[in-house]
């Protein structure tokens, strides 16, 4: 069994490989300044990459990251509800007030408020 998974990874490096070698083997090789230039959503560059961003990014994303793996977390916990339903709903409820306490915890640090 492991052999087969062992073979698995080789193929799919292999292809990996091949596909980077002959990429760089037929590619056109035409540098210029306009394609090694910064190129970020169709705007040229403009001041330098090291600019910081307030933390409110940040915050942000982590609130998004948190919020995303709860509906990870329910999936398997919605497909498995009729086997133990209490026992289920109880983790469900905890999980969610523990989620809550945070929620009202970034919302009294005024994390989601616009500026």
């Known amino acids: 069994m492991y052999l087969e998974v062992l073979m698995m990874f ?3 490096g292999l292809i990996a490989a091949a596909a ?3 990429g760089g083997l037929l590619g056109p090789k035409k540098p210029g300044e ?3 230039s910064a190129y970020e959503s169709g705007v ?5 990459a090291r600019e910081r961003f307030p933390v409110h990014f940040y ?13 990870a ?6 497909v498995k509800f ?15 007030a523990i989620l809550a ?15």
């Not at 306490?101 to 500026?115: A, I, P, Q």
Request: hydrophobic residues 65%.
């Open 44 to 48: 040229p560059a403009v001041g330098s």
């Open 10 to 12: 080789l193929a799919a």
């Open 82 to 96: 009729q086997a133990a339903p209490q026992f289920l709903f109880a983790n469900a409820v905890i999980f969610v």
């Open 20 to 22: 980077l070698v002959v």
């Open 73 to 78: 977390f329910f999936y398997p916990l919605a």
């Open 101 to 115: 306490v945070g929620y009202v915890y970034l919302l009294r640090k005024g994390v989601l408020n616009w500026k």
């Open 59 to 71: 915050l942000v994303a982590m609130v998004f990251i948190i919020f995303d793996l709860e509906t």
């Open 34 to 36: 306009v394609k090694l």
